[in-house]
């Protein structure tokens, strides 16, 4: 499984950022696509997760203003950032599990900044 994330750039506090991550083969069978954040100095932590019965898990830090997504038919999962904070300041990761295994996409930046 290759995973591909963009859409990182500079947003200034308050904006909006959309990430895409593109994944090789059906995603409609992956249980389980997420995204995950490293700041610098911090450990990854995950943020969003997306199963494939439809439901989706946020960390409490980006609740209410992360929405993640995935278009089965253009195998992409999304990652919708609005209001965004100085503190979400990070390269993000798209991250698959299949058959136990997680996969990794490269990530994209994100900075938050005035």
């Known amino acids: 499984v290759q995973l591909q994330a963009s859409g990182g750039g500079l947003a200034q506090p308050g904006g909006s950022l959309r990430l895409s991550c593109a994944v090789s083969?059906?995603?409609?069978?992956?249980?389980?696509l997420g995204w995950s954040r490293q700041a610098p100095g911090k450990q990854r932590e995950l943020v969003a997760t997306?199963?494939?019965?439809?439901?989706?898990h946020y960390a409490d830090s980006v609740k209410g203003r992360f929405t993640a997504s995935r278009d089965n038919a253009e195998n992409t999962v999304y990652l919708q950032m609005n209001s965004l904070k100085p503190e979400d300041t990070a390269v993000y990761y798209c991250?698959?599990?299949?058959?136990?295994?997680?996969?990794w996409g490269k990530g994209t930046l994100v900075t938050v900044s005035s």
């Open positions: 083969g059906s995603i409609a069978s992956i249980g389980f």
């Open positions: 997306s199963t494939s019965g439809g439901s989706t």
């Open positions: 991250n698959a599990i299949v058959h136990g295994i997680r996969y």
